[in-house]
């Protein structure tokens, strides 16, 4: 792995119900996928709003994945349809804020489907990767190195 | 209530730049239940101009607070201090509310974040529509209590149009004639006649044709 992709940070919002399981199962399964990701646990995908994918990105994060039930199979009926609407709108903010949109995605994933989940962690890796760290990392390490001069 | 529709961020940079120390400031009323204007909208903005000027080299800070009523004397006091320590206000309250801080702070820039649209009610869950004109001269009574002023697209006051189709406006085939609403209200209702009376041409002076407009109650002034 290079230098350029440890440096790199993706937080995956998991559902407990479905994605979290199926990582947690990655994990069983010996399935390899990069330690950049920072896993968060979530009651349901629903329960996320835009502020946190913002956050997300403001505090770092080069990426972010929203990880939820396959449609249809949401343990609270339509947590991951919110969560899908959410995501899109926030998507659209990023993009008139200046950061690529790509950089936010929904997945579905359900418990039993560990590979998936790798492939999507290594999609977003690699879709990151391709695009470059994001630019406001850039400017809080800019922003840090003024601050002792 | 007053609804209203968020700037997109472009157009708040356009307005904010050159300014370093940003106020957005949400009110807790209208905007809020619209979800344009309300702590939650504050802080999606506030987040969003912080990433478009970190990404971008604006260099704002932004800082967020959310007020009761924007409208309200009272109100705006509480964010006295909050507005003297920024360069900038961006109000995220309804037209009025940008007036009346601007008003109150008469050396600090205050800027409108949202575009103010109509006086509207919730229809279902993130759909709102215009129910009022705020034409000064109410006439829902006659109407059976469905306004042809603000749903009816060519204002007719005596009958439909005649170029609906179905139940549909001629103008926007997506919303429902107002004039078939009527007349299906007013039947429900048993008030059909009223159809019968011819109205006059209704007293635009008081609506906004007639400047800007100034209610004063002599009993409630001290």
Redesign the interface.
């Known amino acids: 792995m290079s230098s350029n992709n440890l440096e790199m940070t993706v937080v995956a919002f998991c559902c407990h119900y479905c994605a979290y399981a199926a990582a947690d199962l990655a994990g069983s399964m010996r399935l390899q996928y990069p330690s950049n990701i920072r896993i968060i646990r979530t009651p349901c995908t629903g329960r996320l709003?835009?502020?946190y994918f913002?956050?997300a990105?403001?505090n770092g994060a080069d990426g972010v994945i929203v990880a939820g039930c396959e449609e249809g199979s949401c343990h609270f009926k339509e947590g991951n349809l919110i969560a899908k609407r959410r995501v899109n709108y926030t998507r659209k903010?990023?993009s008139?804020?200046?950061?690529e949109m790509e950089r936010l995605r929904m997945v579905n994933v359900s418990a039993a489907n560990a590979r998936l989940f790798t492939d999507y962690v290594n999609e977003m890796i690699e879709t990151v990767r391709k695009l470059g760290p994001s630019?406001?990392k850039q400017?809080?390490r800019l922003m840090q190195q003024e601050i002792p001069s | 209530m007053i609804v209203a529709e968020r700037k997109?961020?472009?157009e708040l940079v356009d307005i904010l730049l050159g300014h370093k120390r940003i106020l957005v400031l949400g009110c807790g009323t209208c905007v809020t239940v619209c979800l344009a204007g309300g702590e939650?909208e504050v802080?999606?903005i506030s987040?969003?101009?912080?990433?478009?000027s970190?990404?971008?080299?604006f260099g704002f800070e932004v800082k967020e607070l959310t007020i009761e009523r924007q409208c309200d004397n009272v109100f705006i006091e509480q964010a006295a201090e909050a507005i003297e320590k920024s360069d900038a206000v961006l109000s995220l309250g309804c037209g009025a509310g940008v007036q009346a801080i601007a008003e109150r702070y008469l050396k600090k820039p205050v800027y409108a974040g949202l575009n103010t649209a109509f006086l509207g009610i919730l229809e279902e869950r993130g759909v709102w529509t215009e129910k009022c004109a705020a034409c000064g001269s109410c006439v829902l009574h006659e109407y059976g209590g469905i306004c042809p002023v603000t749903r009816c697209a060519k204002h007719m006051l005596n009958g439909p149009c005649g170029s609906s189709r179905e139940d549909r406006c001629e103008v926007r085939p997506d919303r429902a004639c107002a004039w078939q609403l009527i007349y299906q209200r007013l039947k429900g209702i048993g008030q059909l006649d009223r159809l019968n009376q011819i109205d006059l041409p209704k007293k635009w002076s008081s609506s906004l044709s007639g400047g800007p407009r100034v209610i004063i109650r002599e009993d409630h002034r001290i």
């Not at chain 1, 008139?96 to 950061?99: A, D, R, V, W, Y």
Request: aromatic share 4%; charged share 25%; proline share 6%.
């Open positions: 709003e835009v502020e913002l956050k990105f403001e903010l990023l008139e804020s200046g950061l630019p406001l400017a809080k | 997109t961020i472009p939650r802080s999606i987040s969003a101009l912080r990433i478009t970190r990404a971008q080299g």
